[in-house]
């Protein structure tokens, strides 16, 4: 039987479904917790550490085949939502995301936090593509901000949260978890109401060949986007990974509360910066982002070298401010240029490009904190950072040809 969309937006939805507006929610909460469950193990890796004594090569490695996971999940299933309908897809995908939550509950050892990350991925990367592209059908506008916004409050909650929970809360290991369980199990049950936005159609298996799916009218635009959109992905790569490390060496304080905070100034100040951004044009937010992600990043490598928590935390939200509005202007760049049927093709490679960035220089990172020690990796990679920053911004001062300018 074939699904269909039967209503436009704005309209009531046949009996038994949530309305668009309710829609637009709830996928906006789904995807605010998927995020949040990803930099949720952040704050926990330092006890986890200390109760099973692995290196922070392994610590990387835990958080790289998350992100393997995820991309292999949208080369594979990041069309899928075009085919089948968003609603099941993101209903397989939350069902996933228990389990792994359920395989974090009970790990005891490194090998059940790479299955559990591997599982996350797998969901994640399935529900990304569906939930923008699906946000994107119940709204345009709202919904390109929505799948801006929503990923950076998510991780800020993760990170933060799960910090505040190590430090005030018994048994965090365990407890992070089990309110996780309870709220993707009520996501779930409440997706089942979800309205259906576009038509099935034929192709699904054809649809799970590995593929990179970016139109053709997207394509100049998307490289135009990329070095600007690497340079913010692997800085948040970085944080997410040894961001915590980092900002207990700089601040000489051990409370987990200090990652988690510095993981939330990134992200919280990109969330901000997309609320101010949106406005403007795609062009103006890319090229804006990308010098205040440069000069965040240089303020924040000599809080590092002259060990200033102030200038540290001072470039770390600077260089969010840049983080959200590249995003921003990036999404916004792209999300005119597919057709309905193309948006989680095209959504589902802007992502996976990010998320190569998000994790393969973090892995490198990893390997070369062993050989130089982490301040002075940490100084070579955001060096790497800022040149592609000043790319981005190079590459914006030539003639038009594909980015946006409203």
Not at 41 to 58: D, H, I, N
Not at 305 to 330: C, D, I, Y
Request: aromatic share 8%.
């Amino acid at each position: 039987m074939s699904t269909t969309c039967t209503h436009p937006p704005g309209h009531p939805p046949r009996t038994g479904r949530l309305d668009h507006g309710q829609a637009l929610w709830l996928k906006a909460s789904i995807v605010v917790m998927f995020f949040a469950a990803s930099s949720a193990p952040s704050p926990l890796y330092a006890l986890y550490r200390e109760a099973w004594g692995f290196s922070a090569l392994t610590l990387t490695l835990v958080f790289a085949v998350y992100a393997f996971a995820l991309l292999g999940a949208l080369l594979v299933f990041g069309a899928l939502s075009d085919h089948r309908g968003r609603r099941e897809v993101v209903l397989l995908a939350l069902v996933l995301e228990w389990l792994s939550i359920a395989l974090f509950w009970r790990a005891d050892s490194v090998a059940w936090l790479l299955a559990a990350r591997v599982l996350q991925g797998l969901a994640t990367g399935i529900a990304t593509a569906a939930l923008s592209a699906g946000l994107l059908d119940l709204h345009r506008e709202r919904g390109a901000l929505v799948n801006s916004v929503a990923p950076l409050v998510g991780m800020a909650l993760g990170a933060f949260g799960t910090s505040a929970l190590v430090r005030f809360a018994p048994a965090p290991t365990q407890l992070v978890f089990e309110l996780l369980l309870f709220i993707f199990g009520a996501q779930a049950l409440a997706a089942l109401a979800l309205p259906e936005t576009v038509q099935r159609r034929a192709g699904a298996w054809q649809s799970l060949k590995p593929t990179i799916a970016i139109p053709t009218q997207a394509r100049a635009t998307m490289w135009q986007v990329l070095p600007i959109n690497t340079a913010q992905w692997a800085l948040g790569g970085f944080y997410l990974s040894l961001g915590p490390t980092l900002a207990r060496m700089v601040t000489g304080d051990s409370s987990p509360l200090v990652g988690g905070a510095l993981i939330a100034t990134l992200v919280l100040c990109g969330a901000a910066s997309v609320l101010l951004v949106r406005q403007r044009a795609p062009r103006l937010a890319l090229a804006g982002g990308a010098l205040a992600l440069a000069a965040g990043l240089a303020v924040t490598l000599a809080g590092l070298q002259s060990h200033s928590s102030l200038l540290f935390f001072a470039g770390t939200a600077t260089a969010g401010l840049g983080f959200g509005a590249s995003f921003n202007g990036s999404v916004r760049s792209l999300v005119p240029l597919a057709a309905p049927h193309e948006r989680a093709g095209l959504m589902s490679s802007f992502f996976v490009l990010s998320y190569l960035a998000f994790s393969l220089p973090a892995l490198a990172a990893g390997l070369l904190v062993g050989l130089a020690g982490l301040p002075a990796v940490a100084l070579g990679y955001g060096s790497v950072l800022i040149a592609l920053a000043l790319l981005a911004l190079l590459l914006m001062r030539r003639p038009r040809t594909a980015v946006q300018q409203t």
